[in-house]
């Protein structure tokens, strides 16, 4: 079946560091979306991206999509205490169903 | 306008019974997701319901399952729990059945003992 993955599984990064967590799929998507979850919350949707190549950006964060439409980044620009979480991203191939990675969780550091 | 809501939100079962979880989804939305999400995993599909049928299925057994009713909430039923069980059920809805945005609801913490 579909597998996607996630790396790296944690990074610890000081505050105003730059931070990048990637995605690869086992098969080729229709779309990818990016998902946020603080720690004792709910994964809330970030993005998602449907075009091959598509880059798109939310003030410090920007989000890519590979050209085989099998891979996805997401790099956040001098982190904050904010950003702290794990970053999911989730691969949608056949009709409604979306696969999670297995995330990325973010630490900062003051 | 009311977000996902679940019920309970925390559950303690002990193995071999039955548990039901109940979702109401975000005002508009007519597809209800539930996933399973074990502690420091991504989430897992379990099914998807559109049109009050099961129109996508993840790898999980037959004890798993689950109805979605004329006003779009749905439950999932477990039956015959195990210890493996426990973990944070989330249910998550959307528009249309497409791809479309999921709107996660708190989840329920179910601890199986």
């Known amino acids: 079946g579909q597998q996607v993955m996630q790396i790296p599984q944690y990074q610890h990064v000081q505050e105003g560091e730059d931070f990048t967590t990637y995605c690869n799929s086992s098969t080729t998507l229709s779309n990818i979306q990016w998902y946020k979850q603080r720690p004792g919350g709910h994964p809330v949707f970030l993005i998602q991206l449907v075009k091959s190549g598509e880059v798109k950006k939310q003030k410090r964060l920007t989000f890519q999509f590979g050209e085989a439409k099998k891979n996805s980044s997401l790099h956040i620009t001098a982190t904050q205490t904010t950003d702290v979480g794990t970053y999911f991203c989730a691969g949608g191939t056949s009709y409604g169903k979306l696969t999670f990675g297995q995330g990325t969780i973010l630490t900062v550091h003051p | 306008d009311a977000g996902v809501t679940q019920s309970p939100t925390h559950l303690i079962k002990t193995r071999g019974q039955q548990v039901t979880l109940r979702c109401s989804p975000k005002s508009g939305h007519d597809t209800v997701s539930w996933y399973q999400q074990a502690l420091g995993q991504g989430p897992q599909f379990i099914f998807q319901?559109?049109?009050?049928?099961?129109?996508q299925r993840g790898n999980f057994p037959d004890r798993f399952s689950g109805h979605q009713f004329p006003n779009y909430s749905s439950e999932l039923n477990v039956n015959a729990l195990l210890l493996g069980d426990s973990a944070l059920y989330l249910c998550a809805s959307s528009r249309d059945g497409s791809n479309s945005p999921l709107h996660f609801g708190n989840g329920t913490r179910l601890t199986v003992t």
């Open positions: 319901y559109y049109e009050e049928e099961e129109r």
